[in-house]
């Protein structure tokens, strides 16, 4: 989905956020936040089945954006993990960027999370509004 929208970073890789639910850090609100979602050695079924229950226990309920890393040894055509996660992802009406370089891959960026950020769909960036460490 496309746009625009600015939110604290929140996230990380998919098997533990949807493992995490039962945990304190689990009940955290998504609202308004900057979703980083990312996971590596999943099939197609086991990506639905977390993503759906995120979805349905409404853990993802009013989060602002979605920044989607790499899926590193998940089904190797990508086109599957793409299809699915606009399937799931683009009822929110949220914008969603596919394609980052973080997660599980060769040469990962690392996200920090619980920062300020800028996701632009449009123009496919993930800015952070803190400056890095060097």
């Known amino acids: 989905m496309p746009g625009r929208v600015s939110g604290v970073t929140f996230g990380g890789n998919l ?27 999943e099939d197609a079924a086991r990506l639905d089945r977390m993503l759906t229950h995120l979805l349905r226990t409404g853990w993802m309920d009013g989060v602002a954006g979605v920044a989607l890393g790499t899926w590193t040894d998940c089904p190797p055509d990508l086109g599957v993990v793409s299809e699915l ?15 980052l370089e973080f997660g599980h891959c060769a040469e990962q960026l690392t996200v920090p999370l619980g920062v300020p950020a800028v996701l632009d769909a449009d123009a496919g960036t993930l800015e952070l509004a803190v400056p890095g460490l060097a």
């Open 15 to 41: 098997s533990l956020l949807n493992d995490g639910l039962a945990t304190p850090h689990g009940r955290l609100s998504a609202a308004g936040g900057v979703l980083i979602l990312e996971d590596v050695n």
């Open 85 to 99: 996660m606009r399937d799931r992802l683009e009822p929110l009406g949220v914008p969603v960027l596919w394609g």
